[in-house]
């Protein structure tokens, strides 16, 4: 088990709106340096994709998750976290905002994708290592 507890998974798993989302991003997604850069590139995606969702969507007052695409939540990290910080913070969303379907994690930090709970986490690996390799985790 990774990340104390969540059961691996595979992306057969995902629901059609998350696959979609994932598969979107997967295939057009690249790697930065700057968290920022990131999340804009990933709101560029989800634009030109016409895909609704909310950027910086307000989970709680203490709590913020990068997007919210009906219900997906995609958290951009690019460096300086740790594993264990990243599954509370992700415990943290599923308790606070009942309505998650599916998280998705873009990161350079390599990691399986889980569940936490009902709630399945993918992650999206943007190492340039992985990007040889299409974006697969």
Do not use: W
Request: glycine share 4%.
């Amino acid at each position: 088990k990774e990340l104390e507890g969540g059961l691996f998974i595979d992306e057969s798993t995902q629901d059609e709106h998350t696959r979609k989302t994932f598969n979107l991003l997967k295939n057009n997604i690249s790697y930065f340096k700057e968290e920022a850069d990131l999340q804009d590139h990933v709101e560029n995606i989800l634009r030109k994709a016409e895909v609704d969702y909310i950027r910086e969507f307000t989970i709680s007052k203490d709590s913020r998750v990068d997007f919210n695409v009906k219900g997906i939540l995609i958290e951009c990290k690019v460096k300086g976290f740790s594993k264990a910080a990243m599954l509370r913070q992700i415990r943290k969303y599923k308790y606070e905002y009942p309505k998650t379907r599916s998280l998705i994690i873009i990161t350079p930090e390599p990691f399986k994708h889980f569940r936490i709970g009902e709630v399945p986490v993918y992650a999206l690996n943007i190492s340039n290592a992985s990007l040889l390799m299409e974006g697969l985790t």
